[in-house]
């Protein structure tokens, strides 16, 4: 007989996490099910920003940034591990924006959204400060200095389903919806394991359509329901090199074209730039970034950059396809990154609620949003809504200002790791870190070590709890060891992590 859930969500980006995490925590039985990894898609190929989006105020979207702004530190406060204040630096270029628009965005920046935490904005002398020293001499002297936030985007969406399953929600990777039927009290839904090609079937009172780039192909197969909203492809692409200063800011930089481009500190030894904006009209599972967009960041970086950046100095690129509302705007670039839900219940048909648009920014509150349009259909009481802009995410559970202190504590405990490993464990699991290390008295008693200090015992928890079935999981979205691993290093976890399957199927089915 077919399980019955309250609510099935189709896809395991960071909306659909955290939808399962929300409903979840309310005391609704919910089910999730993503047809890849989770954070495969458009959620591992962000900016890294848990931002306020200070260029979409040329765009009129106040009520987006104050919403943006307002989250940004919430989930500083609930995920302090995998997020971290950030300085930016905005060199002001003359035949651009004027200093006068810039200073009046900034200082909107600052105080439309409540900060509390975060520094606010600073004028800057490019020619004396030290952030100035990168860039071209004598180009540039005037700048300002502002606040956001980095994240650890694909650990931010693991963490959301891992707090959405510890509180009942059943999370299936791998898992694609392959017959989706539309009852008078429900909705019937078979998924396929890609694996071992199982068919289940389970009954939910209200199906959640939040596929990303494959919204539209969800609606196609799950319903006859003709959307009124449509969505927008937009592709976005970013490189990685070698560091380019010393540092600790990150920069942002205008270009003739209108758009910005950053420039970020990233996992140590590098520097990541971008991104690129442009309709995209393929398949979103092939999505790669093109000789062209590469050509373009390389340029626009080096408009201002006294050492150029050249295509040959990209060591990893990305891209991602952005499911963005198409709210009619001439150019990419322009397109809102606002979210929009479309609620469809008709008369002797049970509810679905489709989501385009939204960023990772404010995936916590577009949840909250979604719950409120589906509490006619649901029953959780659980927990009270809003609960989820308090509640720690796993391994967050201390004060934002912490993370030197809890990486101390971890050396104090386990000597045996160097300050690096350290770091990478807390920024990535924070106070979970003690889970899998647990009675660790040297690093022989982690097991086989893979390269760049990724262990057996880490692999273990990470298929355990965290539903890694490849290297490719592991290296690029539950970290970035990607960067420092060989591709002989790699290939041999690849061999290691298809000896797992045993214990990825008792994982499953805990």
Known sequence: MAQVFDLA?????????????DAAGRGNSVFLCEMNDLASGTSSWSTKLIHGGLRYLEYFEFRLVRESLIERERLWRIAPHVISPLRFVLPHHDGLRPAWRLRL???????IGGRRLLPPTRALDLATAEVGKPLIPGKFHRGFEYSDCFVDDARLVLLTARDAADRGAEIRTRSRAVEITQQRDGWRVTVEDAHTGRRDTILARVLVNAAGPWVDQVLAAGSKVQPKVKVRLVQGSHIVVRKLYDHDRAYIFQNADGRIVFVIPYQDEFSLIGTTDRDYHGDPAKVEASAEEIDYLCRAVSEYLAKPVQPSDVVWTFSGVRPLYDDGASEAKAATRDYVFELDHPAGGAPLLSIFGGKITTYRRLAEEALERLAPFLHGTKAAEGWTATAPLPGGEFDVFAV?????????????????????????????????????????????EFGAT???????????HEWAVTAEDVVWRRSKLGLRLSATQIAALEDWMATQQPRRSAAASS
């Open 9 to 21: 969500i189709i896809g395991g980006g960071i909306n659909g996490c955290g939808i399962a995490r």
């Open 105 to 111: 965005g900034l200082f909107l920046y600052d105080y």
């Open 404 to 448: 030197d202190e809890q990486i101390r504590a971890l050396r104090r405990d386990y000597p045996f790791l160097a300050d690096g490993h350290a770091r990478r464990l807390i920024t990535a699991y924070g106070t979970r870190a003690r889970l899998w290390l647990g009675d660790a008295a040297t690093m022989a008693d982690l097991g086989r």
């Open 454 to 464: 990724l262990t057996e015992r880490e692999l273990r928890y990470l298929i355990d």
